[in-house]
């Protein structure tokens, strides 16, 4: 069974850059593709992007200047920075993989509560 | 971007009632090649990641229970509970993977009346 773990700080200062890795277990990471998802507090859920095992990535337009994804496949992990970070960044960030065919998100870490605060 | 909108916001349903969300997608979410709809739904209880019901429209993830369903085709759609229990409250997304950005609807927070 694939499991995904969110790691890094929970409290990032504005301005600062937010880096958060996602470990994945229980299969490899080279295929399918790696997704990072986030959720205000009380609020929906924003798709930030992924990446291909490969390299590729897809970013959210509305975040792409500041948002970089990358792979380590020798770790099995993927990463996710984001640059100049304010308070409208906090939020839970997930990690996910989507089930084989499909974009929908069967497979989510526990998510990784991200306050921005000086 | 696609917009995808729920309604209701939230919704009151009593036990063993049946409960119907509704999601609009701002462009048909329907692939004509393949004739399938790219969008999923999803239940998110408090503190736990969402967790996938239904994709492609209206097909069962596995282990999900057969009260939920969903329907609909191009730009409505709808996730049904035919027999509402305890457990199913919740806040309930839908979420298009047509085209990216994927974007999801507000949410619909479903409580026991």
């Known amino acids: 069974q694939v499991q995904l773990q969110e790691s890094g700080p929970g409290l990032v200062k504005p301005s600062e850059t937010l880096s958060l890795t996602c470990t994945v277990s229980?299969?490899?990471?080279?295929?399918?593709?790696w997704s990072w998802i986030r959720q205000p507090p009380g609020k929906g859920l924003e798709w930030i992007g992924y990446?291909?095992?490969?390299?590729?990535?897809n970013y959210n337009p509305s975040l792409k200047s500041r948002v970089t994804i990358s792979v380590d496949t020798s770790k099995n992990q993927f990463s996710l920075n984001v640059t100049s970070m304010t308070a409208a960044d906090t939020a839970v960030y997930y990690c996910?993989?989507?089930?084989?065919?499909?974009?929908?998100?069967?497979?989510w870490g526990q998510g990784a509560l991200v306050t921005v605060s000086s | 971007d696609i917009v995808m909108t729920q309604s209701p916001d939230s919704l009151d349903v009593s036990l063993g009632e049946r409960a119907t969300i509704n999601c609009k997608s701002s462009?048909?979410?329907?692939?004509?090649?393949?004739?399938?709809?790219?969008l999923a739904w999803y239940q998110q209880k408090p503190g736990q990641p969402p967790k996938l019901l239904m994709y492609w429209a209206s097909t069962r993830e596995s282990g999900v229970p057969e009260r939920f369903s969903g329907s609909g085709s191009g730009t409505d759609f709808t996730l049904t509970i035919s027999s509402l229990q305890a457990e199913d409250v919740a806040v309930y997304y839908c979420q298009q993977y047509y085209s990216t950005p994927h974007t999801f609807g507000q949410g619909t927070k479903l409580e026991i009346k």
């Open positions: 990446i291909y095992y490969s390299g590729s990535t």
């Open positions: 462009q048909s979410v329907l692939y004509s090649s393949n004739n399938k709809n790219y």
């Open positions: 996910a993989r989507a089930q084989s065919g499909t974009s929908s998100y069967l497979y």
């Open positions: 229980g299969g490899s990471i080279s295929t399918y593709y």
